[in-house]
């Protein structure tokens, strides 16, 4: 079956730091790919996504580009902001059935000090 | 404009005790999933509804659990009898026309503690 795989957490950055949150997925067919992110106390909310090969999602300074060769969907931000401190999920949506549901990885906690 | 809206947000109960757990998703939303989040399994689907009809229910993890949507705006996850192991923060969301589009829209949770 369909699965995500990211990278364990907590990942501890400061301030303006460089981030990464890997994350690589099993799937049959051509699935669309997720980052969602979860405020503290929040439900998750969509963060950006790519449907296809090489397309590459981004918002509010976050990216991501669909890598099929790779099967991988890499989170990178330039500068992290204390404000980004949450847990970040991983998802797919393989489409292929009539009604396509989304796989979520275990999520990464991501923790920004000032 | 009101998003997905659960209720209670926090539970507190004893094991052998019946919870219900509510949810009213966004008008004109024809798709409704319960999730349930546990540090041990993370995001786990439960069950998912379109247009009020349940689709799979192959998540729900025993008879204890079960799901009702008797209308476009309300749906209920009950679990009887509720054991400590069901300690989770459940989750609804909903979407339009499935999760094609990949954008599902969370409510806040409802945090479920069994004693």
């Known amino acids: 079956g369909d699965s995500v795989t990211q990278m364990e957490g907590p990942v501890t950055l400061s301030e303006e730091a460089f981030l990464t949150i890997n994350c690589t997925y099993t799937a049959t067919g051509y699935p669309s790919l997720f980052w969602y992110v979860q405020y503290p106390g929040e439900g998750l909310q969509l963060l950006l996504k790519a449907t296809k090969a090489d397309d590459k999602g981004s918002n509010k300074g976050f990216e991501a580009t669909y890598r099929k060769e790779t099967t991988s969907f890499h989170l990178e931000k330039g500068s992290v902001q204390v404000s980004d401190s949450a847990v970040y999920f991983c998802?797919?949506?393989?489409?292929?059935?009539?009604?396509?549901?989304?796989?979520f990885g275990k999520g990464t906690m991501l923790l920004v000090s000032p | 404009d009101a998003g997905v809206i659960q209720s209670p947000r926090h539970e507190v109960t004893e094991m052998g005790q019946e919870v219900t757990l509510r949810c009213k998703p966004i008008s004109g939303h024809d798709y409704l999933f319960w999730y349930r989040q546990t540090m041990m399994r993370g995001l786990e689907l439960l069950i998912y509804f379109n247009n009020n009809v349940p689709i799979d229910d192959s998540g729900m993890p025993e008879d204890r659990f079960s799901a009702k949507m008797p209308n476009a705006s309300f749906s209920t996850l009950k679990i009887q009898p509720s054991e400590p192991r069901d300690s989770a923060v459940y989750f609804c969301?909903?979407?339009?026309?499935?999760?094609?589009?990949?954008?599902?829209?969370f409510g806040e949770g409802s945090r479920l503690t069994v004693l």
């Open positions: 969301a909903s979407s339009f026309r499935g999760t094609d589009t990949g954008e599902l829209f």
């Open positions: 998802a797919l949506s393989d489409g292929n059935s009539g009604y396509s549901t989304l796989t």
